[in-house]
């Protein structure tokens, strides 16, 4: 029996991203965005931050709503785990980026997704951050993501296509290359 | 007259965190943590995640309750904007791991704080992850990040607590130096 076709659909829609590709190439300075977040210290290792504006396209934009964020440190370190550690942001924004772009580039490649699932896990030694021994690091001696994948493709597809969305993932270069951090006290 | 000593209280812990380091000095393998996240895809850009569980002490521990999160990319990149992007994650967690860490150095070293309020701002230039040009990288160029904190202590005082923080910090360390990060399909 002949199959029918279904259009592939994965919720993203890809004539818009080469659209803004071929915009963008032909105008540099539009792609020049700053991301932005503000802190307020609440009590303790509480924080909370708040995401709304942004700039990019040559002028200032906004997320449709703020979002707000409490960040905390867990009770075995004597805080009050009124929100998740700082470390734990950085795994899901790793998470996001590259689900994000494994939806994409599915897309891009005509591969349906079914389901997209992944477990992160980051090792870290504390002796960094409390100051025991100066030759261990503050950070994550390193990050393992496990992905579960069920789509119309071959293995070999989906290992690909995981492959791509880490060549272009924002937070996967964060984390994985050196950024300049500048901090200023006003 | 005579000022009456009021007791500096920021809401840390000291004595619990100096405890914690004199104990995981006599025994390292408590000290290595495991940090974990998990992630659904959603829709195109839009992804679930969830934090709970995490390893350290030497057995698995959890957070009083489970956080979760939506990530997604904003309306000019034709997407739903439901959840904040990956990379302004990441801003999150520079934020208030640097925070947390004014409020624990404040403590030790009996400095008051009064108000403590961070401004981030992440530059980037999106024709890294559209793939535009193979010399731009995907993630931030550069993060600026300002304080403006008022305290019982000199600017002198008040920039060397952000210094230490900045020294001890777990997330400033994962964005300025580069970390392993193994991707799998399982």
Chains 1, 2 share one sequence.
């Not at 792609?31 to 990019?56: D, E, I, L, P, Q």
């Not at 805080?79 to 891009?108: F, H, K, R, W």
């Not at 490649?109 to 261990?136: C, H, N, P, T």
Request: glycine share 6%; net charge negative.
């Amino acid at each position: 029996m002949a199959q029918t076709a279904t259009p592939v659909d994965n919720g993203v829609n890809v004539e818009a991203l080469l659209g803004a590709r071929e915009a963008l190439t032909a105008a540099p300075e539009a792609a020049k965005f700053k991301w932005r977040a503000s802190c307020k210290w609440v009590n303790g290792t509480h924080s909370h931050s708040s995401v709304k504006s942004f700039f990019g396209l040559g002028e200032e934009q906004s997320h449709k709503t703020e979002f707000t964020f409490d960040a905390d440190h867990p009770e075995l370190f004597a805080s009050e785990d009124n929100g998740m550690t700082p470390v734990e942001y950085v795994l899901v924004g790793l998470a996001s980026c590259l689900t994000a772009g494994i939806a994409a580039v599915a897309q891009n490649r005509e591969i349906q997704l079914k389901s997209v699932e992944a477990s992160l896990e980051g090792d870290m030694d504390v002796r960094g951050i409390l100051g025991v021994d100066s030759d261990v690091r503050n950070g994550f001696s390193g990050i393992k993501v496990t992905y579960n994948i069920d789509a119309d493709a071959s293995p070999e597809d989906i290992k690909a296509l995981v492959a791509q969305s880490q060549k272009r993932s924002a937070v996967y270069d964060i984390i994985t290359n050196p950024t300049n951090v500048k901090v200023e006290v006003a």
